[in-house]
């Protein structure tokens, strides 16, 4: 079917589902209706799709899951779900309209670059297994690494916490094929689990590492979570650190894995456990033969030839380089001509950089390599992808990012249309609220006063929190995104942190205009801001916070208490005095043509001040706050009145006085709160 025909049977189905998804009839109200404002019916996201494409291509540009995918086209009659299945347009925008969105067919708009489906085991090659050192803070997986690669990393770690990830390539004399063995040391502070999780979606092997003087700790009960995700997709041995310590109990640590879900060799599992020692070398031989064997069992293998995929595990700003990526190839030969695509940017390769620090002309599957070339810096976790040319790459990333500019458009509609509908509810609840207060009795300013405490009231509770904005800069882009996952959860339904952009490299004068301009904070991880850069910042009367520290809890804090200070204060209602009314009567007032109601009362408790506000409680219900206009005692005015006295009060704005109704004299105090 061609296109025209495609988009015209869409649309007949378009209408089909608009009149089998219509609402039936509603029954006659037994109640009056709300007057709130109800929200407009959701549209259709536009999407546009290439005139063929596979199941799971369909699946990643429609950026659902493939499972409510392959329910749909179940549902639909296709019987072939696979997710390598060859799609016809037609079957691809009925899939996608069924799934709300508005599809288009168009090559040109739609071309991007999609991972290939697997070769054949014929084609495929060993390579060296992929092993990720995981584990809580500060229980010794980079002394681990660093005792195994032999080199001095761990002493200059801020605070002792590995601050990124790093991919490394240790030698193993014993192993046939490819005797490498690539390792990832990911962070194991509490706010780098994203980073700790992409680790675990690109390893073969997992080294659970547990500190045999600490045992089982939060966030290896994390680790151990992510190997449960994963399935059998991971092989597993635990490293039991710090064993040269006098006095550590290996055994009440192997109990606490088994608790925790590890079923260790020991105790009759299927998961060994090596005890090490970075400091004396115990274990470490090993442990690497362990690692080893379960490589070889697992027949590790990748295709050698054709285009490249692989995993940006971090990137960077590097001065003479520029930007920087570290990828982790997964499949294909990366040569130092390629060009390649990475979210929403690309590359003509310049460099290529593997561990060792000479330059190659070629890497394959399972190794690391620092890529340099790269057009902007790419995200740590985006899916690298070789193109057949420049133009290619080019074209594909033109794409991409037209459609991140399509999403941010359809979202700005969206929100447009939340205000409007929020405006209509606001002005129906401020009539009904004002109807209400003068059914009450209450008049003038009075009832001004009802219907702008309740709009107070609906926006205070669901316009949305009062934001701290966020500018922030880290090293390398691994621990920006960790920085931006530690801060962006930070508040509460009152106030909380949004981040305004997030970047790698130093503090720049660019960065200060911009939070200036706009009245964000600064947060520097790992990175410096110039003198003349400081200046400017403190410089009054707009100055602009900035925070820096290699220490990532640090930052935490101080973006925590900042967040604390946007909350508005606790209003404390403190009351001086009450009086209960005996009497109402009216008196002339010069000047006015009605008669002034004045409340008799007699003061029960503490003392009644004419300079505080004052409330109107009747049975239990606040019915008026307000300032006292009058305040006599028999025909004197006076500013404040004993425990006991007999005196008259009039409110402004208030006059349904009641005998019985109670008067308090009140006081109200901020107080500061916290998170």
């Keep these: 079917m061609v296109p025209g025909r495609v988009n015209r049977s869409l649309q007949r189905n378009r209408d089909e589902v608009r009149v089998s998804n219509a609402p039936a009839p509603a029954p006659p109200p037994r109640h009056q209706p709300s007057k709130r404002a ?20 369909l699946v990643n540009i429609l950026k659902e899951r493939l499972s409510t995918v392959q329910r749909a086209a179940e549902g639909m009659g296709l019987t072939d779900t696979r997710p390598d299945r ?18 288009e067919i168009n090559d040109d708009a739609a071309f991007d670059l999609f991972p290939l489906p697997l070769s054949p085991p014929e084609l495929l090659s060993p390579r060296p297994p992929i092993t990720g050192i995981f584990g809580h803070v500060d229980h010794g997986k980079t002394s681990l690494l660093d005792a195994l690669r032999s080199t001095s990393v761990a002493a200059g770690e801020a605070g002792g916490i590995t601050q990124h990830i790093g991919a490394f390539e240790v030698g193993v004399a014993s192993m046939e094929g490819e005797p490498t063995i690539t390792f990832l040391d990911t962070p194991g502070h509490a706010a780098f689990t994203a980073m700790r999780s ?38 597993v041995v635990v490293a039991l650190t710090k064993c040269d310590k006098p006095g550590v109990d290996t055994t009440k640590v192997k109990h606490e894995l088994m608790a925790a879900g590890v079923e260790v060799e020991d105790f009759g599992g299927d998961v060994p456990c090596v005890e090490v020692s970075s400091v004396t070398g115990q274990g470490l031989a090993e442990l690497v033969e362990t690692i080893s ?33 570290t990828v982790l190839v997964l499949r294909g030969c990366l040569r130092n001509t390629a060009s390649l695509v990475a979210g929403t940017t690309w590359a003509r390769v310049r460099t290529l950089i593997p561990p060792s620090g000479k330059a190659v002309v070629s890497v394959y599957p399972g190794q690391p390599v620092e890529v340099t070339g790269w057009k902007d810096l790419p995200a740590a976790g985006d899916l690298v992808l070789e193109a057949a040319t420049e133009d290619e790459a080019k074209r594909a990333i033109a794409n991409r990012l037209r459609r991140v500019e399509q999403e941010k458009l359809w979202s700005d509609v969206e929100v447009i249309n939340e205000k409007q509908r929020r405006e209509a509810e606001i002005l129906a609840i401020r009539k009904d609220e004002e109807d209400k207060a003068k059914a009450k009795g209450l008049r003038g300013n009075a009832v001004l006063h009802a219907g702008d405490a309740a709009v107070e009231e609906l926006v205070g509770a669901s316009d949305g929190p009062k934001e701290l904005l966020l500018v922030i800069k880290a090293d390398v882009s691994g621990t920006v995104e960790a920085v931006v996952g530690a801060l962006e959860g930070i508040g509460n339904a009152e106030a909380k942190v949004k981040i305004l952009s997030s970047a790698v490299g130093p503090v720049t004068q660019g960065d200060v205009d911009m939070a200036r301009a706009v009245g ?156």
Excluded at 90 to 97: N, T, V
Excluded at 202 to 230: N, Y
């Design 86 to 103: 060859l799609l016809t347009s037609e079957d691809a925008s009925l899939l996608a309209l069924e799934l709300g969105f508005d599809p």
């Design 198 to 235: 992409r680790g675990a979606g690109v390893t073969d092997v997992v080294v659970l590492v547990v500190a045999a003087d600490d045992g089982v700790k939060p966030q290896t009960e994390e680790v151990i979570g992510l190997i449960r995700s994963a399935s059998d997709e991971l092989g």
């Design 520 to 675: 964000a904070t600064i947060v520097g991880f790992n990175v410096k801001a110039p003198g003349s850069v400081m200046k400017d910042a403190a410089k009054v009367p707009n100055p602009v916070p900035v925070h820096t520290s290699p220490i990532i809890y640090r930052l935490v804090d101080t973006v925590r208490q900042a967040t604390a200070d946007l909350l508005p204060k606790s209003i404390e209602t403190r009351v001086h005095g009450e009086a209960t009314v005996q009497m109402v009567f009216d008196i002339s007032v010069k000047g006015r043509k009605e008669p002034k109601r004045i409340a008799g009362s007699k003061v029960s408790n503490g003392v009644f001040q004419k300079a505080r506000k004052a409330r109107v409680v009747r049975k239990g219900e606040v019915l008026h706050t307000g300032v006292v206009s009058t305040l006599k005692q028999v025909k004197k005015d006076v500013l404040e009145i004993p425990k006991g006295v007999e005196c008259g009060i009039a409110l402004d704005d208030f006059d349904a006085w009641e005998v019985d109704d109670l008067i308090q004299s009140v006081e109200e105090v901020e107080v500061a709160r916290t998170l």
């Design 38 to 57: 109800k929200s407009k019916p959701k549209q259709l996201k536009k999407v546009v799709l290439p005139t063929t494409l596979r199941l799971d291509n």
């Design 293 to 325: 064997a379960i490589a070889e069992v697992r027949e590790l293998k990748a295709e050698r030839a054709g285009r490249v995929e692989g995993r940006v595990i971090e990137s960077r700003v590097e001065k003479g380089r520029g930007n920087v990526a």
